[in-house]
């Protein structure tokens, strides 16, 4: 059957259903929103006359909910404007519209009758064929389907999303034994195309995947932490981003996610394996933790955890942490390990395992307990939550936002090396690891012509991960590097299309990233059809051009230095986007300042949703010099239209620039208009590099030309510069902005506007490139930029000098 999405119900509007409702607006489908009916009149209805008939009453549940949601940080629309894509309605007046839509979806109380008795509903109204899922995290799913229809059973599974869906990647789907296949590779494939999820197929037990392993290493990690006497902070130090795991490490993990919720899974997970599982009395829940669930210090939720945050005697927020000793929160302090400095120097999270395990410190002790323990469980659930290991890792890794999975890190510390750790900790797996090892297979995972595979224990050979043909992944790709430097590879990544990655820290980018961008494309110009530049960095595409090394030159006053750098780097750009092979880039997450500017010069953008990107030099004292000033005077020129007020236009871009703006999605930046409609937005990350490298081919492959560098930018000169200069002298007197504000602010609205001619005209590009240099040279000499400069490298922000 071919099966399409375009009509999406939704069963209940709290923190998850209004917010997956919101995901799926912002992939385009439309979406009814239900909740029930409110019991009774709250007097703000009363005194406005309002009947319980009154649609205002009967939808206040889940009217109120998604307000609530729409308005929530981090936001889970890519904008605001798809909040019209969600229709909301109730229960009762309005459940018979479900025979609308391509997929019903519950997301109600965890309460098996209250489920039950909502499908038997479902059951009666829906269309044949209609997709139903329950998103539970504790329900077994077979149980919801008892009693339904035969094409209610064959249409009916489970799928788990992570909160907040926008943000978490995971997406667990859970088959009952009715279940069609059919659906099963339906909802897999949808998941992961269309959701932008890592789509993992589970089983039908207590927690499924994540939950059972994640909830198992939180509270194993906080109980060896107690037995070790180490602190709040010294924990989430140690399982934060040196682990390659989020910076929330364990505690405030707990205190975002709220440790009522921690708890009630972690006590569905104990009364759920009664002689199912061997490890069962681990998720009996610690002391220090139920003592803080009986004061409901229950987190975020609460205003205090395992961290409580206050003001001090100036009003300024200070985070305290709990000290478990006297149960009360003392200001958090500095840590300090010996194995952690040994790492210091490792950028590469992979190479750091092997140091963390075999430190001699009680950080090497913390990581050789906790590894072994949660490394011996994860073995012994194989087959009941999965029978491969790859889906392990997969979920462990979106679940949580780890940067490894469990597997995998095994991988990385050695398999041999951590069973010895194991068994000398009396925590040896299951049977089948010294099985594979007995069999000469040394690792979990391999990579072979650029594929990876798992050790399947059933076989006992290694398999080829599926799914992996619509995916580019470097990390596979070591084997295919045509050229490197310190700061960047080329990789030949296939049907005549090479890939530049960065590898500085945050992607930064100086010399040797430079050289890799022109290198790439003097290579691709010689033996290729065209070029992409993506990397798999899990903090940024790129951070911008390397601030250390402009910041020393301007304290030295070396202004003919500061000159050749910013020349090179417009001349960069300009030649992305003026060379005869087409360039794509790829940016996710983080592209700002330099990062932004690399994309602004792009033949065209393949962005995952998620990307922030923005000219955010203004911060630091200086206003975007690599183009970036420029080509928003340009685009802003292409913009114009007979009749249109072009100041406002231009104002929208000078705004944006002047605030250091940061887009919160990708859509987001379309709006600013750092992203172009000829500019791609891809859901999955994991699909980036590929959906980049298909763009490339598609534009070789239709005649791509070599375009010639623009005569025809439109600037307003003195008129515009003048409106301009009348604005931010009016914000400086209201005292909007500082006195350097005001300084920079004009220096762009010089450059912006096509510095000082008489009336509007057109200008080439080169004539902005200068304007943009001159500006950005004359602000590096001045002492309120450098201290900007000092206080964003000082690893604080920049003062508002």
């Not at 960047?488 to 100086?510: H, R, V």
Request: charged share 25%.
């Amino acid at each position: 059957m071919n099966r399409s999405i375009r009509k999406v119900a939704v069963l209940g509007s709290g923190i998850m259903g209004s917010r997956i409702a919101c995901h799926f607006a912002n992939i385009g489908v439309e979406v009814l929103l239900l909740d029930i009916v409110p019991k009774e009149l709250n007097d703000a209805e009363k005194a406005k006359g309002i009947t319980s008939e009154h649609p205002v009453f009967r939808n206040r549940i889940v009217n109120d909910s998604l307000q609530q949601t729409i308005k929530a940080s981090p936001a889970p629309l890519y904008s605001p404007a798809f909040a019209s894509r969600i229709k909301t309605g109730n229960f009762d007046d309005n459940l018979a519209d479900i025979k609308n839509y391509d997929w019903v979806m519950e997301v109600v109380v965890e309460r098996l009758d209250i489920k039950k008795n909502l499908f038997e509903k479902v059951d009666a109204l829906r269309k044949p064929g209609t997709l139903v899922t329950s998103n539970t995290s504790g329900i077994p799913i077979h149980l919801m389907a008892e009693g339904r229809s035969d094409d209610f059973r064959k249409h009916f599974c489970g799928t788990h999303f992570f909160n907040p869906p926008r943000y978490l990647r995971l997406l667990e789907i859970i088959p009952t034994p009715e279940t069609d296949q059919g659906i099963v590779d339906f909802l897999m494939h949808y998941g992961d195309l269309f959701l932008g999820k890592t789509t993992v197929l589970a089983k039908d037990t207590p927690g499924f995947i994540a939950n059972r392993l994640g909830i198992y290493a939180l509270i194993q990690t906080i109980r060896v932490a107690a037995e070790m006497g180490l602190s709040v902070d010294e924990v989430d130090k140690l399982t934060g981003p040196v682990a390659g795991r989020p910076k929330s490490g364990t505690y405030r993990l707990s205190d975002v996610v709220g440790l009522d919720t921690t708890v009630h899974v972690a006590n569905n997970l104990y009364s759920s394996g009664e002689g199912k599982d061997e490890s069962r009395d681990a998720f009996i829940v610690p002391e220090v933790m139920q003592k803080l669930y009986d004061n409901k210090w229950l987190g975020d939720k609460t205003g205090q955890g395992f961290y409580k945050k206050i003001k001090d005697d100036k009003g300024k927020s200070v985070i305290l942490a709990l000290d478990f000793s006297t149960l009360e929160y003392k200001p958090s302090e500095k840590v300090k390990f010996e194995t952690l400095e040994g790492t210091k120097a490792i950028s590469d999270v992979w190479k750091r395992f092997p140091v963390l395990v075999a430190g001699k410190d009680k950080a090497g002790e913390f990581y050789r307990k906790t590894f072994a323990d949660i490394f011996r469980y994860a073995s012994f659930r194989i087959p009941e939550i999965s029978d491969e290991i790859f889906r392990i890792d997969q979920a462990i890794s979106a679940g949580f936002g780890w940067q490894y999975g469990l597997f995998e890190t095994w991988d990385a510390i050695g398999v041999k090396n951590m069973l010895s750790i194991m068994e000398s900790l009396d925590m040896k797996p299951a049977e089948w690891v010294y099985e594979m090892i007995g069999a000469g297979n040394e690792s979990f995972y391999k990579v072979e012509n650029g594929k990876r595979s798992y050790y399947d224990i059933l076989s006992k050979a290694y398999k080829k991960i599926p799914g992996q043909d619509s995916f580019i992944l470097l990390s596979n790709l070591s084997n295919n590097i045509v050229w490197k430097n310190a700061g960047a590879n080329l990789y030949d990544i296939g049907d005549g299309i090479l890939n530049l990655e960065f590898k500085s820290k945050m992607n930064t980018m100086g010399s040797e990233v430079i050289e890799g961008i022109n290198k790439g494309i003097s290579l691709a110009e010689k033996d290729f059809l065209g070029l992409v530049i993506g990397n798999e960095s899990s903090e940024a595409f790129s951070a911008g051009a390397n601030l250390a090394m402009l910041f020393m030159f301007a304290i030295e006053q070396e202004f003919d230095e500061i000159n050749m750098v910013i020349a090179q780097f417009q001349q960069t750009m300009m030649r992305a986007r003026y060379s005869s092979i087409p360039v794509v880039t790829a940016p996710h997450s983080l592209a700002l300042g330099g990062g932004c500017e690399l994309n602004l010069h792009a033949d065209k953008v393949v962005a995952h949703a998620e990307t922030y990107i923005g000219l955010v030099e203004f911060g630091v004292g200086i206003i975007p010099a690599g183009g970036g000033t420029k080509e928003m005077a340009l685009r802003c020129s292409d913009m114009y239209h007979a009749g249109d007020t072009e100041l406002n236009i231009l104002q929208t871009a000078f705004m944006n620039i002047a605030q250091a703006k940061v887009s919160t999605s990708a859509q987001e930046a379309r709006e600013m208009n750092y992203l172009q409609d000829k500019d791609q937005i891809v859901l999955n990350r994991s699909r980036l590099i590929g959906e980049a490298k298909q763009a490339a081919m598609d534009l070789a492959e239709n005649g791509y030309t070599q375009p010639k560098q623009r005569n025809d930018i439109k600037v307003q000169g003195k008129t515009g510069i003048a409106l301009f200069m009348a604005g931010i002298a009016q914000m400086r007197l209201a005292n909007y902005i500082s006195d350097h504000d005001a300084k920079i602010a004009n220096k762009l609205a010089y450059v912006i506007n096509g510095g000082d001619l008489s009336y509007a005209q057109n200008v080439t590009e080169q004539y902005l490139l200068d304007l943009e240099r001159e500006a950005f040279l004359s602000l590096c000499g001045e002492k309120k930029t450098l201290e900007r400069m000092q206080g964003l490298l000082n690893g604080g922000k920049p003062p508002r000098n």
